[in-house]
């Protein structure tokens, strides 16, 4: 289209000689219509604790509750700085329903989750605060998952768990010494068998080392142990009867490796206990 303007000053709007088939784009004009501020507004923000309601209910009817256990752990990572319209209590769930190994996990989760949401509320920088954290479960996770010799000691007399008699660390070369190998575990995953028990199985083997030459002497074979309870231990321990090689070995440091393995979970742990073997001539010398 194109304009004229006529005698008296205004404008007139006459036909375009463009070609028919160019497009014209025609105005658009936007109408602003204002709220009422009478009507409330439609709440956005996840209420934390009917969405933690809800998965305790699902977690109750379900045959493995530890998914809707561990959603409902994250959940304060939903109300970092005040994204949510109500705030959680400290996490809680049935012990009943979970084992140690599991319970474990839920809690450090827990953990993790609520300082993330405290530190980045405090405004720490997102990707700084991210990457610590992680860091931090992945680590508290590792641990709590290891099965670790907390305690392993030569003894003379074992009464019961981290009840025992030591032996002194220097035996007489040239003779053969009994001793009792006492071996305090960490991290034993127990699992339920018929009848309301629950077993546990381990399998263990010493190597006797010489440390000067790193020379392996003595070597025994793999044995297994099961043990049934009527529930799970945290002060379990093995007792193994060993007698150290003395008569053919030399006078000089040696230690003896313990090795332990768990079958049903196919986790390892070892440890070295170092002991010497002197002449016989000076033992009780002062």
């Not at 043990?227 to 093995?238: E, G, S, T």
């Amino acid at each position: 289209m194109a304009s004229s303007t006529t005698e008296e000053g205004q404008q007139s709007v006459v036909p375009s000689s463009a070609p028919d088939d160019q497009m014209t784009v025609e105005p658009v004009t936007a109408e602003f219509i204002p709220t009422n501020p009478d009507v409330p507004l439609m709440e956005s923000r996840p209420d934390l604790e009917k969405i933690a309601t809800v998965l305790r209910g699902m977690a109750a009817e379900a045959d493995d509750p530890v998914p809707y256990h561990l959603a409902e752990s994250i959940l304060p990572l939903l109300g970092v700085k005040g994204l949510t319209s109500s705030t959680l209590g400290d996490f809680e769930y049935p012990e009943d329903d979970l084992d140690g190994a599991e319970a474990s996990m839920l809690a450090e989760v827990s953990v993790f989750s609520a300082t993330v949401r405290t530190r980045l509320d405090g405004g720490e920088p997102t990707r700084v605060v991210l990457i610590e954290e992680l860091e931090r479960l992945l680590d508290r996770l590792e641990r709590s998952s290891r099965l670790t010799i907390a305690v392993a000691e030569l003894c003379s007399e074992v009464r019961g768990a981290g009840d025992y008699e030591l032996l002194p660390r220097v035996f007489a070369s040239g003779r053969d010494q009994e001793v009792l190998v006492y071996i305090d575990l960490d991290g034993e995953d127990w699992s339920e068998v018929d009848g309301g028990q629950w077993a546990w199985a381990v399998e263990w083997q010493l190597e006797l080392h010489q440390i000067a030459d790193q020379s392996i002497p003595h070597q025994t074979e793999w044995s297994r142990q099961e043990i049934k309870r009527a529930y799970p231990v945290d002060d379990n321990y093995l007792l193994i009867r060993y007698t150290i090689p003395a008569e053919d070995l030399a006078s000089a440091l040696y230690t003896l490796k313990i090795r332990v393995r768990e079958p049903g979970t196919r986790r390892e742990t070892e440890r070295s206990i170092q002991f010497q073997l002197v002449p016989r001539s000076t033992i009780g010398r002062g």
